[in-house]
């Protein structure tokens, strides 16, 4: 008898043990010789019925007594639990055309603390792609095939879904582009996240350049330090809040923001020249509690200055 790995362990009875000649290539020869018996080392082909659902690189049992099946069917099975398996976890899923490339996969992106969710040799199937999508960790959404590719219906659904499926033929590129995916994605959740965010900045409303004293209030800065942007709180350094910047325009255009040295117009609702506010003053931005945790994730992007005004305000 002759146990071999697969889903479940595969009983089967050798019909044929096939040797390729001295000196030839077993996944290229053609011609084989019909022996009894071999000893390591030796590449063969085995002939037996049943082997549809072997596992590629799965070890194998060899037995003469019958007794002795269920022995080996545990150790065979245990063997590949080892390496395929499937957590309830955060992690990637990987997937790999052998259990000894599977194996070493996982290996290495356990070095580089990665976690796994779940690991299989195969194809990249529909199944896999619902797996994915139970994963919290938008970074950890995906999944990573060695020498193998997703069947059709896995990538559509992939694609609809918004799982990113990475394959590769050599093991070191494939954790490469993964990691350098992630490193994009972070820095694109960074830069969205600056969009939403108010910005440090400081600013001077510039002497004669009063266009509307309020309702809104329209006039004219410059900017010290740091960056402004619609929807940034503006107030006096004492703390009193002025109002939110509506608009920030540069030559009658609405523009996204304005950083050090520039001079722009902007408008706020609650500002009235005169009363509240007077040329030549100083405003500063007022950050809320989710503006500050955004700065400091987002702290390699920030302006020298932004960050020079987040220490004097000691709000870092």
Not at 189 to 212: A, D
Request: proline share 3%; hydrophobic share 40%.
């Amino acid at each position: 008898y002759i146990i071999i790995g697969g889903k479940k362990p595969i009983v089967t009875k050798i019909k044929a043990l096939l040797r390729p000649p001295a000196l030839k290539e077993l996944r290229v020869e053609k011609q084989f010789e019909n022996v009894k018996e071999v000893s390591a080392a030796a590449g063969i082909k085995i002939a037996a019925p049943n082997l549809e659902g072997v596992i590629a690189g799965s070890p194998f049992v060899c037995i003469s007594e019958e007794s002795k099946i269920e022995k080996a069917k545990e150790l065979i099975q245990q063997e590949i639990e080892e390496v395929e398996f499937q957590k309830d976890i955060d992690g990637i899923i990987i997937k790999a055309d052998t259990l000894g490339s599977l194996e070493a996969l996982i290996k290495l992106l356990r070095d580089r603390g990665i976690p796994v969710r779940k690991a299989e040799v195969g194809k990249i199937n529909k199944q896999d792609v619902i797996e994915a999508q139970n994963v919290k960790d938008e970074l950890r959404r995906v999944i990573l095939g060695f020498n193998v590719k997703p069947l059709e219906e896995a990538e559509v659904l992939a694609r609809d879904k918004g799982i990113m499926i990475f394959t590769e033929r050599i093991i070191y590129k494939l954790i490469e582009n993964y990691e350098e995916w992630c490193k994009e994605e972070k820095l694109r959740k960074i830069e969205e996240k600056l969009k939403r965010i108010s910005r440090p900045c400081k600013v001077r409303v510039l002497p004669g350049f009063v266009f509307r004293r309020s309702k809104p209030a329209i006039f004219g800065i410059e900017v010290m330090a740091g960056v402004i942007k619609p929807n940034t709180l503006l107030m006096k350094e004492s703390g009193k809040v002025i109002g939110k910047v509506k608009n920030v325009q540069k030559e009658g255009k609405n523009i996204d923001f304005a950083k050090t040295g520039d001079k722009v117009a902007i408008s706020i609702e609650d500002a009235v020249i005169g009363r509240n506010l007077n040329e030549g003053d100083i405003l500063i931005s007022y950050l809320k509690k989710e503006d500050i945790e955004g700065l400091k994730e987002a702290w390699n992007k920030l302006q020298d200055d932004e960050k020079e005004l987040l220490k004097e305000w000691k709000l870092i």
